[in-house]
């Protein structure tokens, strides 16, 4: 019993001092770049929007072409459009920018696939999490719905072909948090959003696709843009220190683990020699 006590303990100590590993390369775009991600760009000129409302990632008709206007920032960022979106950079040093204030039907996007393991499982309720955080900007000309500018986001079972996580609005669109931007109410503003998507434990190691888009209008003469940071399978707060990568350990940690090994490997040779 003594053995099975010092052992799960220094497991304990040892799980403890490893922080939870994101899924995704670069997740809080520490990097200053956009490495591990996917870029691309299409142009929202063949009429808009399909279908009825609401609508969904199946309602998106772009036409080829457009230019990547997207950006990694960091401190000293000043907003484009001016919106109150705070804090930029969300969490760590970076965060990405999908798209800018370049109208003519412009369309930008990023995405990224993994494979989610073990390391995706959040100890404090022991289930596979994805976590991240996102900002909107959309200016609102007052076109039909189906050609106003709009953002989608999309978190993915590649494997399974399921969508696990879906947000999709347009400028101006009822039911949604977006606000005008303070002495530009020409242009609306969703602040950051955290999402939680859990993962059942059903699809470990599936691959996970994150997919956001961001979309001018449909007219040509109007802009939208968004921004994406802080993945994890922790909650990671507004400020907080990054992306939940699992850092290199630091020189006290790895001196803590090896202390909790070692006091694990006496403990049972002292519970050995007192049998023997």
């Given amino acids: 019993m003594i053995r099975f006590v010092r052992t799960t303990v220094c497991g304990a100590l040892l799980a403890a001092s490893l922080p939870a590993m994101a899924i995704f390369t670069n997740g809080g775009f520490e990097s200053g770049d956009f490495t591990g991600w996917t870029q691309g760009t299409g142009l929202n000129n063949l009429g808009g929007l399909t279908g009825a409302q609401p609508f969904t990632g199946a309602s998106i008709n772009l036409g080829a072409g457009g230019t990547f206007t997207g950006a990694v920032v960091g401190s000293g960022y000043t907003e484009l459009a001016t919106a109150p979106i705070t804090p930029i950079p969300f969490a760590g040093a970076h965060s990405a920018r999908v798209g800018d204030t370049t109208p003519n039907y412009n369309t930008n996007l990023i995405s990224q696939q993994d494979a989610i393991t073990a390391a995706d499982r959040d100890p404090g309720d022991n289930k596979l999490h994805v976590r991240f955080s996102y900002a909107v900007v959309l ?108 850092p290199v350990p630091t020189l006290g940690e790895l001196s803590f683990m090896a202390l909790g090994l070692l006091l694990a490997g006496a403990g049972a040779v002292s519970l050995r020699r007192r049998r023997g």
């Fill in 139 to 246: 200016e609102d000309p007052g076109h039909t719905a189906a050609q106003q500018p709009f953002f989608y986001l999309r978190v993915r079972n590649i494997t399974k072909g399921t969508d696990l996580y879906e947000d999709f609005a347009f400028a101006g669109q009822t039911g949604t948090a977006f606000q005008p931007v303070p002495g530009n109410p020409g242009v609306l503003y969703l602040n950051w959003k955290p999402a939680d998507v859990v993962v059942p434990d059903a699809d470990l190691g599936d691959t996970i696709e994150v997919y956001l888009l961001a979309a001018g209008c449909a007219q040509s003469g109007h802009y939208g843009y968004a921004y994406l940071d802080g993945f994890g399978s922790r909650v990671i707060p507004p400020g907080g220190g990054g992306s939940a990568v699992t």
